[in-house]
């Protein structure tokens, strides 16, 4: 079973490697990191890097596609060899799945048209615009098509998908190795719990858009 994690110049790090800290425990499961070309590449604010080992053209048919988000998902809105892959691979893919405003590359090749999806809060109305049904779930599944709200919701969404495909004890197993057992110290995680003046602050320094991505 081949998982492909799709990165790009200005990705989120964590919608990456959380689903790959989970998915890398599916029995059988080879997790690759592709971009348009082999090598480093770096996140949204340029101190982090993750090592693609293999370009896109060279994993045309993964059984499970992760589209990370991140600010760098505005340059592949329109076209390009990342939308042209994710067309492709989709085609025989068993999953394809997204992490935060990734889900609007998705929505972005018509791949979203009428299902049901999340993403990050800030975008929702940018994923409505794209032809999506936004829902406020932390992670939604509408046919093989799987969407996470922001950033750590690709945690959640890999365990969920571990479920389904390798049953409900995999996926325990998966949490327990990664001992995911959040406890915040602030109920600020979501625009329906943090205080009214921090979520208009975020959105009034956003993009559409995710405040400090």
Not at 30 to 50: H, K, M, T
Not at 69 to 88: I, N, S, Y
Not at 194 to 206: D, H, I, K, N, T
Request: hydrophobic share 50%.
């Amino acid at each position: 079973m081949q998982v492909v994690i799709a990165i790009f110049d200005r990705f989120t790090i964590l919608d990456a490697v959380g689903p790959y800290q989970v998915l890398r425990q599916l029995p059988g499961a080879e997790v690759v990191f592709a971009a348009q070309r082999r090598g480093p590449i770096a996140d949204n604010d340029g101190a982090a890097q993750l090592n693609a080992l293999a370009s896109l053209d060279e994993v045309s048919r993964p059984d499970i596609v992760v589209v990370p988000g991140g600010p760098g998902q505005a340059d592949h809105m329109t076209g390009g060899p990342l939308r042209e892959w994710l067309v492709t691979a989709d085609a025989s893919s068993t999953w394809t799945t997204s992490v935060c405003t990734g889900a609007l590359i998705l929505a972005g090749a018509g791949l979203l048209a009428g299902r049901a999806a999340t993403t990050n809060w800030l975008a929702k109305d940018e994923l409505a615009r794209l032809g999506a049904r936004p829902c406020d779930e932390r992670y939604v599944f509408d046919g093989k098509y799987v969407t996470a709200a922001g950033v750590s919701a690709g945690i959640d969404m890999a365990l969920a998908l571990v479920a389904k495909i390798a049953g409900d004890e995999a996926a325990r197993a998966a949490q327990l190795a990664i001992e995911y057992d959040p406890h915040p110290p602030f109920n600020a995680g979501s625009p329906a719990t943090a205080p009214a003046e921090l979520v208009a602050a975020q959105r009034a320094a956003s993009r559409f858009g995710v405040a400090y991505w």
